[in-house]
């Protein structure tokens, strides 16, 4: 067992919201300690596909949207950032989104003129000018022409790299079991390597967020849903727009690989990868895109997100227990949602006017 450790603040979970977090608070000057339960950014934030746009963006509320918009703008810059101090490229890459099967509507039209989005009708037969692999269409589609894609892995990296550097406190394999609070003021945590102090704590723990917090949030609507994926080794170029299809898709790397995602499965914690997914997803990955019959599958993953029913996730200081923060159930847009759930987070911390109102992502 380790003493005592006091710092300013203590972020628990090592995942991409958790380690953009403390990056950011570290940028702020504040001394920071991060708590991850295994290897930093090996679940959620690593098993996702890296799609810099929730998958149908309209059909979230207005928190939502108001999140991914800051993301968005900043995404490219904060890309440079970590780029330039870890010497790791997270391959941000504007692909396009290419929707099959889908119209412009007038409540899409409604939502674009709130929320500024370049969307164009595409007809059958530009569909197949646009990606000239896949198989024939008879119906209209949509392309959101300026949707980008980032290697999530090599982001969370990146940024493991770059927060390291800037002189946070990283611990890896450290169980937190319990939250110090006393006079209803945060005091720290207890791990399985003693007590960490700090009047700042951050719950960033993903999935396991509602365990973790236990009697001082009874009931937290975030728990654990299963997503598996897949991965084809192509040739570059077979593949250029990421496609969205029937609620599931197929994104092309720069080296080649095409990620094909995801089931959505309600297993609890059992993380495991089945035969029954793998094939689902390679028959329709092969069906959307016949090519792809011809290449081989070289990786099959399954990740817990943070579901929460509305999507609009906790981020903010907990209703009764000062200095206890929330940056947790992103569900399905983690890697999106996680630049601006950071600066909202640190914004709401420092006492400042954030971005957006505070009020849609308070813990309640």
Not at 150 to 159: E, F, G, I, K, T
Not at 261 to 268: D, F, V
Not at 284 to 291: D, E, T, Y
Request: aromatic fraction near 6%; hydrophobic fraction near 40%.
């Amino acid at each position: 067992m380790t003493n005592t450790r006091d710092t300013d603040c203590i972020v628990v979970g090592g995942g991409l919201l958790g380690m953009l977090t403390a990056y950011f608070l570290g940028k702020e000057g504040l001394g920071v300690t991060l708590l991850e339960q295994r290897n930093v950014c090996r679940e959620s934030s690593w098993a996702g596909g890296g799609i810099l746009s929730p998958l149908v963006p309209w059909d979230y509320p207005d928190a939502v949207s108001e999140l991914v918009l800051w993301s968005q703008q900043h995404y490219p810059a904060l890309i440079s950032e970590l780029r330039e101090k870890s010497g790791i490229d997270p391959e941000w890459q504007k692909s396009g989104l290419l929707m099959a099967g889908t119209s412009l509507t007038p409540a899409i039209s409604r939502w674009q003129a709130r929320y500024p989005c370049r969307i164009e009708q595409v007809e059958p037969g530009r569909m197949q000018e646009l990606e000239p692999g896949l198989a024939p269409v008879t119906e209209q589609g949509l392309l959101l022409p300026d949707v980008a894609q980032v290697r999530n892995p090599r982001l969370c990296q990146a940024l493991a790299a770059s927060l390291r550097a800037q002189g946070a406190v990283v611990h890896e394999h450290v169980q937190v079991s319990g939250l110090l609070a006393a006079a209803n003021n945060i005091k720290g945590v207890v791990t399985d390597r003693g007590e960490f102090h700090a009047e700042r704590v951050v719950v960033a723990a993903g999935a396991w967020s509602a365990t973790l917090l236990g009697d001082l949030m009874p009931g937290l609507p975030v728990s654990p849903v299963r997503g598996q994926m897949i991965q084809f080794a192509t040739t570059p170029g077979l593949l250029r727009h990421i496609v969205l299809a029937g609620g599931r898709y197929l994104i092309p790397r720069r080296d080649g690989l095409v990620l094909v995602g995801s089931t959505l499965e309600y297993a609890g914690f059992e993380k495991k990868t089945t035969r029954e997914a793998r094939d689902s997803l390679a028959g329709f990955a092969m069906q959307l895109l016949p090519g792809l019959a011809d290449c081989k599958i070289v990786n099959h993953w399954a990740g817990l997100r943070p579901g929460k029913a509305d999507a609009i996730p906790f981020i903010g200081e907990h209703r009764e227990i000062k200095g206890l923060y929330l940056n947790t159930g992103h569900f399905r847009n983690g890697v999106i949602l996680a630049p601006a759930s950071a600066q909202l987070l640190l914004d709401n911390m420092m006492g400042r006017v954030g971005f957006t109102g505070f009020d849609a992502y308070c813990p309640r």
